[in-house]
């Protein structure tokens, strides 16, 4: 819906400007041995429709899938709005680094404030991607080879950002009004309302939060084989058992002496040991109609089917 007014405000600079869809992750390539006619679909399984909604995940190749409608359904699939923002954050920052590599820019420079940074703190956070802070929220970072992220606006509040864009004449897009219903369904917009009202009591907040975050690190001897198929971040070995030890949604009975307790990883499916923590829960919240066949980005399908043919 801004495309045209981000069109007004660059072209002026005379600089380039590339625009893409999101539809177009679907069919981008991380690197040149990639077959983007490989893809990762879900289904609905039958035989689990009574038990937790279980899915069945399959790689099949396939050239005939129409990315729009591909990512509609993906979305239109994915019931709760916080599972929808996670989605579009992960795809969008893959297809952001794709086009810069594809394009030779060496550098993704990425405009967030230091407000913006302790409301990701807190919200990753809740979604399962602590582990990943030091990456999500630091000042460099990489995902993609031969493309570094940069955050050089992070020393500055969001306040900030709007005094400076006021002194040197420069337009922005403005944050468009959102009602209170979809403020409560969205975890990034709760904690973004969490920092913005600690900060005017306690204005040391937001700078706190991203300090502390700055002090965090990432174990390398253990996030070192594999990046998430998904949303491309290093993941901890044997992440498969994060997603077991997941919350419970029910007791079981402590006198069916019968029970299976390891029932939990039986239901694993094979490929989440590729996903990070996030990813997992992310991939749960599909809900696909009986018989309805969705489809994630072919890169997904690629970094699977990487990792397996260097496993076996």
């Known amino acids: 819906n801004n495309v045209e007014e981000i069109k007004k405000i660059v072209t002026p600079y005379n600089i380039p400007l590339i625009i893409n869809s999101i539809e177009e992750v679907f069919s981008i390539s991380i690197d040149d041995k990639s077959n983007v006619s490989d893809i990762l679909s879900i289904k609905s399984n039958g035989r689990y429709l009574n038990c937790d909604n279980r899915k069945e995940l399959i790689i099949t190749s396939d050239n005939n899938i129409d990315n729009k409608t591909a990512i509609k359904e993906l979305f239109d699939s994915t019931p709760l709005l916080a599972d929808k923002e996670c989605l579009l954050n992960n795809l969008r920052l893959v297809l952001l680094n794709y086009i810069a590599k594809k394009s030779n820019y060496p550098v993704l420079c990425l405009g967030d404030s230091s407000t913006k940074t302790a409301i990701d703190v807190i919200s990753y956070t809740c979604k399962g991607r602590g582990s990943s802070l030091p990456l999500d929220t630091g000042s460099e970072s990489e995902i993609i080879d031969g493309v570094v992220m940069i955050k050089p606006g992070k020393t500055l509040l969001k ?3 709007i005094q400076y864009n006021k002194y040197f004449g420069l337009s922005a897009i403005s944050d468009k009004e959102i009602s209170a219903t979809d403020i409560s369904k969205s975890i990034d917009l709760i904690s973004a309302g969490f920092i913005d009202d600690l900060q005017k009591n306690f204005p040391s ?19 070192s084989q594999y990046q998430c198929s998904l949303c491309l971040c290093p993941i901890r070995k044997d992440s498969e058992k994060w997603y077991a030890s997941k919350s419970i949604t029910e007791i079981k009975d402590i006198n069916d002496y019968n029970y299976d307790h390891t029932e939990v990883y039986q239901h694993i499916q094979p490929y989440y040991k590729y996903l990070c923590f996030n990813c997992q829960i992310l991939m749960d919240s599909f809900k696909p109609q009986d018989n309805q066949i969705l489809y994630l980005p072919s890169y997904v399908a690629n970094k699977i089917n990487q990792y397996q043919s260097t496993s076996s």
């Open 159 to 161: 306040p900030e950002f």
């Open 205 to 223: 907040t937001v700078t706190t939060v991203v300090s502390t975050a700055n002090k965090l690190s990432m174990d390398k001897d253990n996030y």
